[in-house]
């Protein structure tokens, strides 16, 4: 047989040697993203830029859904909009009362349903037209009569009978039953002039045409998908101009960039959604010229229970554990879970261990169970509890109903959280101690299974408003789905009589205090069904640079967060630092170590290869011509 | 890729082989099959003295052992406590210390445990995802040189396919459609990258085909799964074994990039799965240095000593590729 004789031994040389190279070379860009503030990177971008306008950049990790208030749902463009466009109300920085906000006064009659707003006459937008209760009126009418307008802030017109503006100042919302929640409409008001071009509001997303008319104290001038959000002051808001000249919101998708970012001065600021890790937060705390911003949220982070998912005609679908029925074993996989563990292990101190469903920020409406009540970590009593329900543990230990099937359960996870997943791997031990075995599914996107039904249990939360009625509205039965599977308000299936007799009562109160108690006594309801199992109120953990934000309204004032308010006060009130700091002054001693370190670990690498690369060279040598 | 390589071991005809050494006339002839052991056996102890004088080789062959042995022996070193998160024994994202000689992560396990632990993983899917790898690519190779015709068009045509797209994209595809588990990654891993496998059978199958011994074994009536399989395969093992070694090392770094992305089963502790870990906990802005470093070393360590293996591996059983006799 003839064959060719190539070239000897050059290839595998070649390769090693390229293996070689190709290695150092991932050393190295591993090095120099191990370690922050490197050297190598640009100097910091200043809050100050030369010709004198400032600006605050912000980094975000969601992206915008969209720009249109009428679609709108996810924190980042909910937050946008509060800085592009002005609420008929707003809520004090301070203490979440409702205060004006583009309407001045606002009344209702003796029979509770009719409102009226006073409507502000220096409110223009920014293609100096003025702002009028005709606006407002377009905007809530436009919402009732088409639903694409519908789909982000539907419920607040649900009740709604008819919206008139007789004049300029004047604002008629006609009720068809008693609403408490009209002082808190979150729903931006739109321009009628402009939003009466858009056409379809399904599909009208609000971002081609730049600057984008509105009348909050910013106005938007640039977006791009998935990359910035720029605003700039509007100089004529009627509460005052914003200090800072602009405002950037920019897409950091890996939160460990944006600190990185923070670090060396590129963002100003890192959204606290999702928080900062209790390792970044605490490596911060230690940099000079940031500030780490520590509060309580408004989050809660609860454990969801299906409890077997229904149309609102009552055809069942899904695929929740049936052993999930019984509130024995709700209340039992509950007991076992130790929140205190949760609370200092998975989030190191920077949350509130849970009780009612609304967080303890809302003072109002923050109820704990009573003694008797509370589902504490008790994991004898939660045996008990299944050993009464009928699963008993079998000689493998694992627990088995009646039917001697084994009690596994699923568990809904976001793959992006990864709280959920440590929070997982704690409840398969604790469980598994129970018996019971779980499956932590973490996907990318959980509403697939979510609305159809098809979980067990899932990681669930809510940021809270001031007002709670949109969180409690979402485990009513009128929130159910109209057919299987489609997208609904509904939380998680729950229809409970009992709670939607107490919702319907807090609704129509108008007086606080009555109303306060409704709300408490829904959650005493929800927490004995055990189908919300609050774990933890996470803090809201976010920090900024000093030298470029001298102040900044957090909310409540007191002790509150920064990013995502209910309101624009953070980035209304935020003032520039006189001097931003000109040099890289966020290389710390510790970075600088980390510095060596991985160039360290690089050398001795780069050495042992070497050796190996010279080891082979030799056994070669002999072979060589 | 020239197509002509040769094996050191003869085809099979053991009724021409002499028995070397044989005792000689004395005895009775002894059996084909005790002829075929000894000539098996001698080709192993042939090959492990070629092997021997490759020092890469052997340094390669080391580093699998000493982490072959340290991933049998995990439940035995550290004990199968050490991945639990409830009875963690240090704190969140310690330093390295004396009793955690490579610090803990962010429950308090020592990292250590974890990385011995994360071996048996990495090391399983590494290896069951090549051997499914390179099963699907002798399958698709000897088929497609065999049969030729129509056949072997379409299947080339699909492994074209496969080859040009990108493994990485594919994988992830797969791992996201599918539940997330072991299986998964293996499953992902392994239909993604056997077309190499593929094309480098087919082309040595065509070289085995045109030899007159395989006519011979047709004219006598072999059909063709005996030609394939007794003929043809054990033709193409030794390049299958070269090039499982190399698959190998890809699929550990696969595995570690599909664990890296959040794409495995995230309550399976494995390097990919730890590097992730690390990231979502912060350790890359933190500096944790010691919660990143090992795991990617121990990645590279043993995708390095696969790949040393299989070089060596690859040159003893072909000898164009330069070696010493």
Known sequence: ?625 | MTTSMEKPSEPREPELGKPSGGPGKAAPAPSPRALTRARRRQAVVRFWQQYRTHRAGLVGLAVLAVIALLALTAPLLVGAGSQSVTDAPGGPMEAPSGEFPLGTDQFGRSLLALMLWGTRVSLTVGLLAAFLSVAIGTLVGITAGHFKGWYATVVMRVTDWFLVMPTLVLAIALATVLSRSVWTTILAIGVTTWPTTARLVRAQTLSVESRPYIERSRALGGGHGHIMSRHVLPNVMPLVLAQTTLVISTAILTEATLAFLGLSDPTIVSWGGLLQDAREAGAVSSGNWWYLAPPGLAIAVVALAFTLCGRAIESVLNPKLGVSR
């Open chain 1, 1 to 625: 047989m003839v064959t060719r004789v190539p070239h000897r031994s050059l290839r595998p040389r070649r390769r090693l040697r390229l293996l070689l190279a190709s290695g150092a070379a991932a050393l190295a860009l591993a090095a120099g993203s191990v370690v922050p503030g490197n050297p190598l990177a640009p100097a910091p971008t200043e809050a100050r830029a030369d010709d004198g306008t400032t600006t605050l950049t912000v980094a975000v990790a969601q992206s915008v859904d969209s720009l249109s208030p009428f679609l709108a749902q996810r924190l980042v463009s909910t937050s946008i909009h509060r800085l592009m466009y002005d609420y008929l109300t707003n809520y004090d920085a301070k203490d979440n009362k409702a205060i004006p906000g583009l309407a001045t006064a606002w009344e209702p009659s003796a029979d509770k349903l009719t409102w009226t707003y006073t409507i502000r006459s220096d409110s223009t937008w920014s293609d100096g037209r003025q702002a009028t209760a005709e606006d407002a009126a377009w905007t809530f009418n436009t919402m009732m009569t088409d639903e694409g307008a519908a789909t982000s802030n539907g419920s607040f017109v649900g009740n709604f009978e008819e919206v008139t503006a007789p004049s300029k100042d004047k604002l008629v919302i006609k009720l068809k039953k008693p609403q408490a929640t009209m002082t808190a409409l979150d729903v931006p008001i739109v321009p009628k002039h402009i939003w009466e071009k858009a056409g379809d509001f399904s599909k009208f997303n609000n971002d081609k045409d730049f600057p984008i008319v509105g009348n909050g104290p910013f106005i938007l001038t640039d977006y791009k998908v998935d990359s910035y959000v720029k605003l700039k002051a509007n100089k004529d808001f009627w509460r005052g101009s914003p200090k800072f000249d602009e405002l950037v919101f920019r897409y950091y998708k890996d939160q460990d960039a944006a600190v990185a970012a923070l670090r060396k001065g590129e963002v100003s600021f890192v959204a606290g959604s999702p928080s900062l890790t209790p390792a970044q937060s605490a490596s911060l705390e230690n940099a000079p010229d940031i500030k780490v911003n520590d509060a309580p949220g408004r989050r809660f982070f609860a454990l969801a229970v299906n409890p077997g998912a229904r149309t609102k005609d009552g055809q069942k679908f899904g695929d929740g554990h049936p052993a999930l029925l019984d509130q024995k074993v709700r209340h039992a996989l509950f007991m076992a879970v130790d929140r205190k563990t949760i609370i200092d292990k998975v989030f190191q101190g920077h949350a509130v261990e849970g009780e009612g469903y609304i967080p303890p920020r809302f003072g109002d409406y923050f109820w704990k169970p009573s003694d008797g009540q509370k589902l504490a970590h008790d994991p004898a009593k939660a045996s008990a509890l299944l050993d009464e329900a009928g699963y008993r543990k079998n000689s493998a230990g694992k627990r088995v109903g009646k039917d001697g099937k084994p009690l596994d359960f699923r568990i809904l996870c976001h793959a992006t959280d990864p709280n959920d997943k440590a929070i997982g791997k704690y409840l398969q031990e604790w469980w598994g101690d129970q018996g019971i075995g779980l499956k932590v599914d973490c996907l990318d996107n959980v509403s697939d299974p979510w609305y159809a039904g098809e979980y067990d249990l899932a990681f669930d939360g809510w940021s809270v408003n001031p007002d709670p009625d949109f969180v409690l509205s979402i485990h009513t039965c009128a929130a159910l789905p109209a057919k299987a599977k489609e997208t609904a308000a509904t939380d998680n299936f729950i229809c409970d009589k009992r709670y939607d007799e107490l919702y319907k009562k807090q609704l129509a109160e108008y007086d606080p205090a009555k109303r306060a108690d409704l709300v408490k006594q829904l959650e005493s309801r929800l927490y004995d069904t055990g189908y919300m199992n609050v774990m933890a109120y996470p803090n809201a953990v976010e920090a900024y640079r000093t030298d470029h934000i001298a102040s900044i309204t957090t909310m409540p004032s007191a002790a509150g967060n920064i990013y995502g308010q209910d309101g624009y006060w953070s980035w209304w009130s935020a003032v520039p630092a006189a001097g931003a700091s000109s040099s890289g002054s966020s290389d710390s001693g510790s970075s600088s170590t980390g510095v060596l370190v991985g160039i360290g670990i690089a050398v001795v690498v780069l050495a042992g290869g070497g050796l190996l690369f010279a080891m082979r060279r030799r056994s070669t040598a002999e072979d060589r011509e």
